[in-house]
């Protein structure tokens, strides 16, 4: 059983910066491929990006990969995201997710993870 936690969510101003932790417990962290998505209100959940286990490589949604970055390290065995030039449009609860047998991340589909955080809200508003 993998059991992820986001930190870091909060109330920021539009134009302000978040950073996402994303941590896991139970696991050999840098075996597992990460990813963030994103849920508002009466919205569907979206794929923001994702990094991969085996080459540690990034994908991202196109709309998005300009505003956040996504990071990991290993022996803290966190993910970040980092989130820039925050819009109101942004705000969310933030999750991140894992599938144990996703290796090599190019697809955002949340129906291909399996362990999924609790999230964290993100408020962006003046």
């Known amino acids: 059983q993998v059991a992820l936690v986001e930190s870091g969510g909060g109330l920021v101003q539009p134009g302000g910066s978040l950073r996402l932790s994303c941590t896991a417990s139970?696991?050999?962290?840098?075996?597992?491929?990460i990813g963030w998505f994103r849920q508002a209100p009466g919205k569907e959940r979206e794929g923001l990006s994702c990094?991969?286990?085996?080459?540690?490589?990034?994908y991202y949604t196109d709309s998005l990969k300009d505003r956040f970055t996504i990071s990991r390290d290993n022996d803290k065995e966190t993910v970040y995201l980092q989130m820039n030039n925050l819009k109101p449009e942004d705000t969310a609860v933030y999750y991140c997710?894992?599938?144990?047998?996703?290796?090599?991340?190019?697809?955002?589909?949340?129906?291909?993870?399996?362990?999924w955080g609790q999230g964290t809200q993100v408020t962006v508003s003046s």
């Open positions: 997710a894992t599938d144990p047998y996703y290796e090599f991340c190019n697809d955002l589909d949340p129906s291909i993870f399996t362990y």
């Open positions: 139970g696991v050999r962290f840098n075996l597992y491929t």
């Open positions: 990094i991969s286990s085996g080459d540690g490589s990034t």
